[in-house]
């Protein structure tokens, strides 16, 4: 039995297939029909959608087999999507690479394969529609035809619920942005025109006045750098429409993040660390990096007193992993599921250690990058101790 080799773009095509959603999902009926009328096209017992995952190939429909999936290294369907087109196999007692796999000498004892890839707009193959019976066949090319239509149908199923769930979540995210907005640039403004009434009515004095009017200041602070915050948002989401992956040096990114923050820092008696390697250079879109570091630094100082904030990078099989840790004030397992949320009831920020009045706009737009860029983010807090953010990508 001859192994199939790993395509030349397996983590971008793990990637794809994991951003479908359909690995591990419950049977449904559009795709269920697809498998029915390419078993009845081709007149074969068996056909299957089949999705090859690292280490198994795990089917989202089938007609024909009960096995729900089977281990990568025997199946047929990692060797199709090593191809462009139609795989297919006439008898495989007659093929080297398959005569004494199991699942040729055992049961379902495949005589024949057929296998369409499943390609993704990226040109990711994800896995196969694929045909199979138990003596040798060959497709007729209107068959052939076919299974290409509804194999192209599967993957443009696919890539439309990932486009809808994208719209979903970009129009929450839009929904709750307009809403903080609206409640922190009212306030402030509020205040101040409030002020101005009770001083030309005579309430209070011009001394009262300019205390109030100072206190108000604080507030138009955090407002202006929030609406900074949403801008750069907006600039970003509209060159987002295509991203600009390019080499750049994040040990420079991550010092030119620590000098906008070095003032803030400094007040607060709070150390900056870069512990990027000094000739890191990464692939990936600089200004969605930058804006998620500005973010998660700007955050950490703003909870951190007399302490430190560090900025580590490494790599994990294959992928970028970005760390901002402080040692700060931390906070609880509660607030820490919370931090990411999408709800707007979830954004009620908690002050800083000098009283600094947030609202988790943030945090949550460093969440929307990071998703765009195919990554995650995860956060270990602990009261007293500090927090962390780590970005892989």
Same mark, same amino acid.
């Given at each position: 039995?001859?192994?199939?080799?790993?395509?030349?773009?397996?983590?971008?095509?793990?990637?794809?297939?994991?951003?479908?959603?359909?690995?591990?999902?419950?049977?449904?009926?559009?795709?269920?029909?697809?498998?029915?009328?390419?078993?009845?096209?081709?007149?074969?017992?068996?056909?299957?959608?089949?999705?090859?995952?690292?280490?198994?190939?795990?089917?989202?429909?089938?007609?024909?087999?009960?096995?729900?999936?089977?281990?990568?290294?025997?199946?047929?369907?990692?060797?199709?999507?090593?191809?462009?087109?139609?795989?297919?196999?006439?008898?495989?007692?007659?093929?080297?690479?398959?005569?004494?796999?199991?699942?040729?000498?055992?049961?379902?004892?495949?005589?024949?394969?057929?296998?369409?890839?499943?390609?993704?707009?990226?040109?990711?193959?994800?896995?196969?529609?694929?045909?199979?019976?138990?003596?040798?066949?060959?497709?007729?090319?209107?068959?052939?035809?076919?299974?290409?239509?509804?194999?192209?149908?599967?993957?443009?199923?696919?890539?439309?619920?990932?486009?809808?769930?994208?719209?979903?979540?970009?129009?929450?995210?839009?929904?709750?942005?307009?809403?903080?907005?609206?409640?922190?640039?009212?306030?402030?403004?509020?205040?101040?025109?409030?002020?101005?009434?009770?001083?030309?009515?005579?309430?209070?004095?011009?001394?009262?006045?300019?205390?109030?009017?100072?206190?108000?200041?604080?507030?138009?602070?955090?407002?202006?750098?929030?609406?900074?915050?949403?801008?750069?948002?907006?600039?970003?989401?509209?060159?987002?429409?295509?991203?600009?992956?390019?080499?750049?040096?994040?040990?420079?990114?991550? @010092?030119? $993040?620590?000098? !906008?923050? *070095?003032?803030?820092?400094?007040?607060? #008696?709070? +150390? %900056?660390?870069? =512990?990027?390697?000094?000739?890191?250079?990464?692939?990936?879109?600089?200004?969605?990096?930058?804006?998620?570091?500005?973010?998660?630094?700007?955050?950490?100082?703003?909870?951190?007193?007399?302490?430190?904030?560090?900025?580590?990078?490494?790599?994990?099989?294959?992928?970028?992993?970005?760390?901002?840790?402080?040692?700060?004030?931390?906070?609880?397992? @509660?607030? $820490?599921?919370? !931090?990411? *949320?999408?709800?707007?009831?979830?954004? #009620?920020? +908690? %002050?800083?250690? =000098?009283?600094?009045?947030?609202?988790?706009?943030?945090?949550?737009?460093?969440?929307?990058?990071?998703?765009?860029?195919?990554?995650?983010?995860?956060?270990?807090?602990?009261?007293?101790?500090?927090?962390?953010?780590?970005?892989?990508?």
């Amino acid at each position: 039995m001859l192994q199939a080799r790993l395509p030349e773009n397996e983590e971008a095509r793990l990637q794809d297939l994991y951003r479908t959603g359909l690995l591990d999902s419950p049977q449904e009926d559009e795709f269920n029909d697809i498998v029915k009328f390419a078993s009845v096209l081709c007149d074969m017992p068996i056909s299957l959608i089949s999705l090859v995952d690292s280490d198994r190939q795990w089917f989202k429909a089938r007609i024909g087999l009960e096995a729900p999936q089977t281990d990568r290294e025997i199946s047929f369907c990692s060797h199709a999507i090593l191809q462009d087109q139609l795989f297919e196999i006439p008898d495989t007692l007659q093929d080297n690479r398959f005569f004494d796999n199991p699942l040729v000498t055992d049961f379902p004892a495949i005589r024949y394969y057929a296998g369409m890839p499943l390609v993704t707009v990226s040109g990711n193959r994800l896995g196969t529609l694929c045909v199979i019976d138990n003596e040798p066949r060959v497709l007729t090319d209107v068959q052939k035809f076919g299974l290409k239509v509804l194999a192209d149908n599967v993957i443009k199923i696919a890539e439309l619920r990932i486009k809808n769930k994208r719209l979903h979540y970009l129009s929450e995210t839009q929904k709750t942005v307009i809403s903080i907005l609206a409640h922190d640039v009212r306030n402030p403004l509020a205040s101040i025109k409030s002020i101005i009434g009770f001083k030309q009515s005579d309430i209070i004095d011009t001394e009262d006045a300019t205390e109030m009017i100072e206190m108000v200041s604080d507030q138009l602070d955090n407002t202006i750098g929030m609406v900074d915050n949403v801008v750069r948002w907006g600039e970003l989401q509209m060159k987002f429409a295509r991203f600009n992956y390019t080499d750049f040096n994040l040990y420079q990114l991550v @010092e030119s $993040v620590f000098a !906008l923050e *070095s003032l803030n820092a400094y007040a607060k #008696n709070n +150390t %900056l660390v870069n =512990n990027v390697f000094i000739d890191t250079l990464v692939n990936s879109d600089m200004q969605a990096i930058e804006f998620v570091l500005r973010n998660l630094v700007s955050n950490a100082n703003k909870y951190t007193q007399d302490g430190s904030i560090t900025v580590n990078m490494t790599y994990v099989d294959k992928h970028m992993v970005i760390e901002v840790t402080d040692t700060g004030i931390g906070m609880n397992a @509660e607030k $820490v599921g919370k !931090l990411l *949320s999408a709800a707007k009831e979830d954004h #009620n920020s +908690t %002050l800083g250690t =000098n009283n600094e009045k947030g609202n988790g706009l943030g945090l949550l737009l460093v969440r929307e990058f990071i998703d765009r860029l195919n990554g995650t983010v995860t956060v270990k807090s602990e009261l007293g101790i500090g927090t962390s953010f780590k970005i892989m990508i």
